[in-house]
């Protein structure tokens, strides 16, 4: 670093410090001051200097030396609090200068780190906001922020500083909406109607917002405008047009877009909606056009003639990547709409051939497992995927694969008795994967337990076990999300969500894995049986196969333990 | 500051200087990609082709909780990232994230350890870029090689122990000049402005002839379907000042404001309802609020008063409408028509269509009504230029071109056509300066010139494309195929 660490330099800094004037050169007190302020030896020399800037006529000088102040204290964190220090700094929160005000209650706040910031009592945040039209859109910000800690001491001084706020609430600079909207949600936590009229009142800046020229505001405005969805689902309803994707957007931009877009859905909109979706299916990037795929599977939901007859459209065009994500979507959709299941049936036919990557031919054979004595043509295509085993790689396939082919032998054996046995016999005797040869094991076992054990365990649900219960979602309260509104945290929270909606079968998304943790034994035997094939399902996502194994240590009757070491395994079912 | 300099050129020598925004740090990512690739069909020689070279180019720590080794994995991740398609403003590695902007071929990074707010450090980057454009005129790694030493001050002036200090270039520029040698002679004097109460305005300007231009820029966004609907259309516009005034004159704007005239009772002429109003720091919006009234003292030189968006159904101003032929292995057959649909008095200038035309298209053929048609390649596209395109009249392109008989693999997006133009004297949304009122101490007289414009913003016209269009034997279509020439 150029000005550090030299024994010149600290020379230098030293002499200059030492001069009882040197505030009085302007610029040169401000890169004196920061310069020494990294340098641990220089400390003491600086205190002098500093508390005279504190009372300097010119307001740069002032503004250096009180954050100066916090820099010190960060310095050598574990020295003592200057009580006079900290009372001429609230002294200068009444200083003419804007910065310099703002800079005091960013000292404060470092310096009384440990008691909680600076103290905001009811003069201070009437001198703040009455001095907020002055500052920049950074020291506004950074006021509104602190100010989120008062608590007005009654609804008639709560209504005034509301009132001086609104106009703040509709500023043109993002940061200072966002802000000021933050100490709305914070002041009137207990009154909706308020917190209510304050996000009607956002929407318009917000709209503005995404239309921002910065990709990164635009980005910004659509992750907050989600968790605003999460309580006021109607907010944006007339506003679809706004969300429609340009064609020189980044592909993180349409993603978030179109997860807005499913949430505007209604009767009106939903053609124009569908009609522009179904343009985003064929994009470039081969992420956007899935997540397209999945946001018309998401409408589906609600409107699934229409989607249907889209995402069935877009098989026809035999592309890798968008067969793939369309079987994902129609299992998804099936799970949660069983009346579906026909078109889907009719649609899956032949299309086993375009699949190419794991995920896709996990849901193709899902939905062969569940809806198999509806599609004649099952066996022959689990049989291509039999022979084709040993040179699978994917493990949640061939985990999967066992799965879908003891489903379809119990409502099919006669076509699938053979292919069956061969599965198991390669499984257990040549595959060298635990989970998958375990897997074999148990599901071998489990026939020898009979077919109407066999038949219990394996006749899982067809569709979401909570539908009927709940139609859409309920709106979240708005003190869900009040705290992480204008933070980081929504920028990152809607890439996880995705991720975990887009991968794994419905049953994962569904089911809680939580009481996975803490199996107890009480338990009930009906709710026994449920929770393994549960956790069979749950077993191929997450390969805790030992869990399982645990589990039906305790409940012996469907599953007999053996020593594993070194064992070799029973005789396979061969067809003699 | 040469040793400086040449320092720095060496990228291992990780010259960091520190900043910090409640525990961010800034820097300036290098970032350079070169493409060997000698044949763009063939993928492996892509790959092998495309070498990144990052390096730090200036980077200050302003609070210092953050490890400076920490953007070590900025790169990585990044990189990581893009090559999975899931590109986002904020990257993490642990617990430190970083928010990053790009300009030109440069990288901002902030990184922080904290929930900070995120909206507010885009804003702190794009200041950033904006302040050293204003210096530098462009911001590239040139620049800021050149001039470190006045990034530096400036980064020490914008920002101070992670909080935004004075960022108002117009301000920093009167006192943290150029020229490095010159700072140490210049420092004694702290300009007024950055005590002042209008911190946007020197005090003692001095003009000999006193004038104000107004110019109002109106620019169109229009998203037409393939079927030929407007599916959204809204018009951004904006009133740039360029002041020549002396001294601190007091200055009152009169537009032609529906909410105004409604406030004052009359309702003579066209109105117009603005949304989103934005106005320069120097507006008081308090006034504003009250009255309507906009009233100011005007930063010197240019700057941008006011933005405002009206969102009413407009309908694109130069209609297209085209045929594209695709036969696959042998030729692309481009018919484009487009007619202007503004009065007939009125010009466009500088009227540009922009055609895509697929990757491997060859031997281009051009029969244009008026104006020229070229190919760019490197874009996949045809541009046709009309120098002056009057309202209501109607012209044609046709293009033809020819296709290789093996086609590549790569999947091709679907740009849309592209109209930009730029007509003067006229403003679609119909806004109009009413009287620009200049009062100053001095009682001089003072000129104000107003100009409008109109522009496109881009008016896209999506294509419509047969689904097969993925694999690649097109046939894409518009709407009026039965266009004759």
Same mark, same amino acid.
């Given at each position: 670093?150029?000005?550090?660490?030299?024994?010149?330099?600290?020379?230098?800094?030293?002499?200059?410090?030492?001069?009882? =004037?040197?505030?009085?050169?302007?610029?040169?007190?401000?890169?004196?001051?920061?310069? /020494?302020?990294?340098?641990?030896?220089?400390?003491?020399?600086?205190?002098?200097?500093?508390?005279?800037?504190?009372?300097?006529?010119?307001?740069?000088?002032?503004?250096?030396?009180?954050?100066?102040?916090?820099?010190?204290?960060?310095?050598?964190?574990?020295?003592?609090?200057?009580?006079?220090?900290?009372?001429?700094?609230?002294?200068?929160?009444?200083?003419?200068?804007?910065?310099?005000?703002?800079?005091?209650?960013?000292?404060?706040?470092?310096?009384?780190?440990?008691?909680?910031?600076?103290?905001?009592?009811?003069?201070?945040?009437?001198?703040?906001?009455?001095?907020?039209?002055?500052?920049?859109?950074?020291?506004?910000?950074?006021?509104?922020?602190?100010?989120?800690?008062?608590?007005?001491?009654?609804?008639?001084? *709560?209504?005034?500083?509301?009132?001086?706020?609104?106009?703040?609430?509709?500023?043109?600079?993002?940061?200072?909406?966002?802000?000021?909207?933050?100490?709305?949600?914070?002041?009137?936590?207990?009154?909706?109607?308020?917190?209510?009229?304050?996000?009607?009142?956002?929407?318009?800046?917000?709209?503005?917002?995404?239309?921002?020229?910065?990709?990164?505001?635009?980005?910004?405005?659509?992750?907050?405008?989600?968790?605003?969805?999460?309580?006021?689902?109607?907010?944006?309803?007339?506003?679809?047009?706004?969300?429609?994707?340009?064609?020189?957007?980044?592909?993180?931009?349409?993603?978030? !877009?179109?997860?807005?877009?499913?949430? *505007?859905?209604?009767?009106?909109?939903?053609?124009?909606?569908?009609?522009?979706?179904?343009?985003?299916?064929?994009?470039?990037?081969?992420? #956007?056009?899935?997540?397209?795929?999945?946001?018309?599977?998401?409408?589906?939901?609600?409107?699934?003639?229409?989607?249907?007859?889209?995402?069935?459209?877009?098989?026809?065009?035999?592309?890798?990547?968008?067969?793939?994500?369309?079987?994902?979507?129609?299992?998804?959709?099936? +799970?949660?709409?069983?009346?579906?299941?026909?078109?889907?049936?009719?649609?899956?036919?032949?299309?086993?051939?375009?699949?190419?990557?794991?995920?896709?031919?996990?849901?193709?054979? +899902?939905?062969?497992?569940?809806?198999?004595?509806?599609?004649?043509?099952?066996?022959?295509?689990?049989?291509?995927?039999?022979?084709?085993?040993?040179?699978?790689?994917?493990?949640?396939?061939?985990?999967?694969?066992?799965? #879908?082919? %003891?489903?379809?032998?119990?409502?099919?054996?006669?076509?699938?008795?053979?292919?069956?046995?061969?599965?198991?016999?390669?499984?257990?005797?040549?595959?060298?994967?635990?989970?998958?040869?375990?897997?074999?094991?148990?599901?071998?076992?489990?026939?020898?337990?009979?077919?109407?054990?066999?038949?219990?365990?394996?006749?899982?649900?067809?569709?979401?076990?909570?539908?009927?219960?709940?139609?859409?979602?309920?709106?979240?309260?708005?003190?869900?999300?009040?705290?992480?509104?204008?933070?980081?945290?929504?920028?990152?929270?809607?890439?996880?969500?995705?991720?975990?909606?887009?991968?794994?079968?419905?049953?994962?998304?569904?089911?809680?894995?939580?009481?996975?943790?803490?199996?107890?034994?009480?338990?009930?035997?009906?709710?026994?049986?449920?929770?393994?094939?549960?956790?069979?399902?749950?077993?191929? &996502?997450?390969?805790?196969?030992?869990?399982?194994?645990?589990?039906?240590? &305790?409940?012996?009757?469907?599953?007999?333990?053996?020593?594993?070491?070194?064992? !070799?395994?029973?005789?396979?079912?061969?067809?003699? | 500051?040469?040793?400086?300099?040449?320092?720095?050129?060496?990228?291992?020598?990780?010259?960091?200087?520190?900043?910090?925004?409640?525990?961010?740090?800034?820097?300036?990512?290098?970032?350079?990609?070169?493409?060997?690739?000698?044949?763009?069909?063939?993928?492996?020689?892509?790959?092998?082709?495309?070498?990144?070279?990052?390096?730090?180019?200036?980077?200050?720590?302003?609070?210092?909780?953050?490890? %400076?080794?920490?953007?070590?994995?900025?790169?990585?991740?990044?990189?990581?990232?893009?090559?999975?398609?899931?590109?986002?403003?904020?990257?993490?590695?642990?617990?430190?994230?970083?928010?990053?902007?790009?300009?030109?071929?440069?990288?901002?990074?902030?990184?922080?350890?904290?929930?900070?707010?995120?909206?507010?450090?885009?804003?702190?980057?794009?200041?950033?870029?904006?302040?050293?454009?204003?210096?530098?005129?462009?911001?590239?790694?040139?620049?800021?090689?050149?001039?470190?030493?006045?990034?530096?001050?400036?980064?020490?002036?914008?920002?101070?122990?992670?909080?935004?200090?004075? #960022?108002?270039? !117009?301000?920093?520029?009167?006192?943290?000049?150029?020229?490095?040698?010159?700072?140490?002679?210049?420092?004694?004097?702290?300009?007024?402005? /950055?005590?002042?109460?209008?911190?946007?305005?020197?005090?003692?300007?001095?003009?000999?002839?006193?004038?104000?231009?107004?110019?109002?820029?109106?620019?169109?966004? /229009?998203?037409?379907?393939?079927?030929?609907?407007?599916?959204?259309?809204?018009?951004?516009?904006?009133?740039?000042?360029?002041?020549?005034?002396?001294?601190?004159?007091? *200055?009152?704007?009169?537009?032609?404001?529906?909410?105004?005239?409604?406030?004052?009772?009359?309702?003579?002429?066209?109105?117009?309802?603005?949304?989103?109003?934005?106005?320069?720091?120097?507006?008081?919006?308090?006034?504003?609020?009250?009255?309507? #009234?906009?009233?100011?003292?005007?930063?010197?030189?240019?700057?941008?008063?006011?933005?405002?968006?009206?969102?009413?159904?407009? !309908?694109?101003?130069? +209609?297209?409408?085209?045929?594209?032929?695709?036969?696959?292995?042998?030729?692309?057959?481009?018919?484009?028509?487009?007619?202007?649909?503004?009065?007939?008095?009125?010009?466009?200038?500088? /009227?540009?269509?922009?055609?895509?035309?697929?990757?491997?298209?060859?031997?281009?053929?051009?029969?244009?009504?008026?104006?020229?048609?070229?190919?760019?390649?490197?874009? =996949?596209?045809?541009? +046709?230029?009309?120098?002056?395109?009057?309202?209501?009249?109607?012209?044609?392109?046709?293009?033809?071109?020819?296709?290789?008989?093996?086609?590549?693999?790569?999947?091709?997006?679907?740009?849309?056509?592209?109209?930009?133009?730029?007509?003067?004297?006229?403003?679609?949304?119909?806004?109009?300066?009413?009287?620009?009122?200049?009062?100053?101490?001095?009682?001089?007289?003072?000129?104000?010139?107003?100009?409008?414009?109109?522009?496109?913003?881009?008016?896209?016209?999506?294509?419509?494309?047969?689904?097969?269009?993925?694999?690649?034997?097109?046939?894409?279509?518009?709407?009026?195929?039965?266009?004759? %020439?």
């Amino acid at each position: 670093m150029p000005y550090l660490g030299s024994e010149d330099a600290v020379r230098e800094l030293r002499r200059a410090l030492s001069n009882p =004037n040197v505030q009085s050169d302007q610029l040169r007190y401000r890169n004196t001051i920061l310069k /020494v302020i990294r340098l641990p030896s220089l400390v003491e020399y600086v205190e002098q200097p500093l508390t005279a800037g504190l009372k300097d006529r010119a307001a740069c000088v002032r503004r250096v030396a009180v954050l100066g102040w916090a820099k010190l204290h960060n310095l050598q964190p574990n020295s003592e609090i200057d009580a006079a220090v900290v009372n001429e700094l609230y002294t200068l929160l009444r200083d003419p200068d804007p910065v310099v005000m703002v800079n005091c209650l960013r000292a404060l706040e470092e310096i009384l780190k440990e008691e909680g910031g600076v103290a905001i009592n009811k003069p201070i945040t009437h001198h703040l906001l009455k001095r907020l039209k002055e500052s920049d859109v950074w020291g506004q910000c950074e006021v509104l922020r602190i100010l989120q800690r008062y608590r007005p001491q009654s609804e008639d001084e *709560l209504f005034d500083i509301l009132s001086l706020l609104d106009a703040s609430l509709v500023s043109p600079h993002p940061p200072v909406m966002a802000a000021t909207l933050s100490l709305f949600l914070s002041l009137c936590s207990g009154l909706p109607a308020v917190n209510l009229a304050a996000l009607e009142r956002v929407r318009a800046p917000l709209l503005a917002a995404c239309g921002s020229v910065s990709r990164e505001m635009r980005f910004t405005a659509l992750c907050h405008i989600q968790l605003l969805l999460r309580s006021l689902p109607g907010l944006m309803g007339a506003h679809y047009k706004r969300f429609f994707c340009g064609y020189a957007e980044p592909a993180y931009i349409k993603q978030r !877009k179109m997860q807005v877009l499913v949430e *505007l859905v209604n009767d009106e909109n939903v053609a124009m909606l569908l009609d522009e979706l179904k343009g985003y299916c064929t994009d470039v990037n081969a992420d #956007t056009a899935q997540a397209a795929i999945s946001a018309i599977g998401r409408i589906g939901r609600s409107y699934s003639d229409r989607c249907l007859e889209i995402l069935t459209g877009l098989l026809g065009l035999k592309q890798e990547h968008i067969t793939s994500a369309v079987v994902q979507t129609m299992r998804d959709l099936v +799970w949660v709409c069983p009346q579906c299941s026909d078109t889907v049936c009719l649609a899956l036919e032949g299309c086993e051939e375009t699949l190419q990557d794991s995920q896709g031919r996990q849901a193709l054979l +899902w939905l062969l497992a569940v809806y198999g004595e509806r599609i004649s043509s099952a066996p022959y295509t689990l049989e291509v995927f039999i022979d084709g085993v040993r040179s699978e790689a994917s493990l949640g396939v061939k985990m999967e694969l066992l799965t #879908t082919t %003891m489903r379809l032998f119990l409502c099919r054996p006669a076509e699938t008795q053979d292919m069956l046995g061969r599965l198991l016999h390669y499984c257990i005797e040549e595959e060298t994967d635990m989970c998958v040869r375990d897997q074999a094991l148990l599901y071998y076992r489990l026939l020898h337990c009979g077919i109407e054990e066999t038949q219990k365990v394996l006749q899982g649900r067809r569709s979401d076990p909570s539908l009927g219960v709940l139609i859409g979602r309920p709106a979240e309260p708005i003190s869900q999300w009040a705290c992480s509104f204008n933070t980081l945290k929504p920028l990152r929270q809607g890439s996880v969500e995705t991720e975990s909606a887009s991968r794994g079968s419905p049953e994962h998304v569904t089911f809680d894995p939580k009481p996975n943790t803490d199996l107890s034994d009480t338990l009930d035997c009906s709710q026994t049986e449920t929770l393994l094939y549960k956790l069979i399902i749950f077993a191929h &996502k997450t390969h805790v196969v030992y869990k399982i194994q645990c589990f039906i240590i &305790k409940y012996p009757t469907i599953y007999k333990p053996t020593s594993r070491a070194g064992s !070799k395994p029973f005789g396979c079912p061969r067809r003699d | 500051q040469k040793l400086v300099k040449a320092k720095m050129i060496s990228p291992n020598c990780l010259f960091c200087h520190i900043i910090r925004q409640r525990s961010q740090r800034h820097l300036i990512y290098y970032h350079i990609r070169e493409i060997k690739a000698a044949n763009p069909h063939n993928r492996e020689a892509r790959t092998y082709g495309i070498r990144n070279f990052f390096f730090v180019l200036i980077c200050r720590n302003y609070k210092g909780d953050v490890d %400076m080794a920490e953007i070590d994995h900025f790169l990585p991740l990044l990189m990581q990232h893009e090559e999975e398609g899931l590109l986002c403003p904020v990257l993490s590695h642990g617990n430190v994230h970083f928010m990053w902007i790009k300009h030109s071929n440069l990288y901002l990074v902030a990184t922080t350890n904290k929930n900070s707010n995120a909206s507010l450090v885009y804003s702190f980057l794009y200041k950033l870029v904006e302040v050293f454009t204003e210096y530098f005129k462009e911001l590239e790694e040139e620049s800021i090689q050149d001039n470190f030493v006045v990034v530096y001050e400036l980064l020490d002036e914008l920002m101070d122990f992670g909080f935004p200090q004075t #960022t108002d270039s !117009k301000i920093l520029q009167e006192y943290i000049t150029q020229q490095g040698t010159k700072l140490e002679v210049a420092k004694s004097k702290v300009p007024t402005t /950055v005590t002042n109460a209008v911190s946007w305005r020197s005090e003692g300007i001095k003009y000999k002839k006193n004038e104000v231009f107004i110019d109002v820029i109106e620019s169109i966004n /229009v998203l037409v379907n393939a079927n030929g609907n407007v599916m959204s259309s809204d018009i951004v516009g904006s009133i740039k000042l360029k002041t020549m005034l002396s001294g601190m004159p007091e *200055l009152r704007l009169g537009l032609n404001d529906r909410v105004l005239f409604a406030l004052t009772g009359r309702d003579k002429g066209k109105t117009v309802v603005m949304e989103d109003v934005k106005f320069h720091q120097c507006v008081r919006l308090s006034r504003f609020e009250s009255d309507r #009234t906009i009233s100011f003292i005007p930063p010197d030189g240019e700057s941008e008063l006011m933005s405002y968006r009206i969102n009413t159904h407009v !309908k694109p101003l130069i +209609w297209i409408e085209s045929v594209i032929e695709k036969f696959s292995h042998s030729r692309v057959e481009i018919m484009v028509k487009a007619k202007g649909q503004f009065k007939k008095q009125s010009v466009a200038n500088n /009227v540009e269509v922009r055609v895509p035309v697929p990757s491997d298209a060859d031997s281009p053929k051009f029969k244009t009504s008026t104006g020229t048609a070229k190919y760019v390649p490197e874009k =996949n596209m045809v541009v +046709w230029t009309i120098k002056s395109f009057p309202g209501g009249k109607e012209f044609l392109m046709r293009a033809h071109f020819g296709l290789p008989s093996v086609e590549n693999n790569e999947l091709e997006g679907k740009p849309p056509i592209t109209v930009k133009f730029e007509i003067p004297y006229f403003t679609v949304s119909g806004i109009q300066v009413r009287y620009m009122k200049i009062i100053e101490k001095s009682g001089y007289q003072a000129l104000p010139w107003v100009r409008y414009i109109t522009q496109s913003g881009g008016t896209l016209i999506r294509l419509q494309y047969n689904m097969t269009y993925c694999f690649r034997n097109v046939f894409y279509l518009s709407k009026g195929s039965d266009v004759e %020439m």
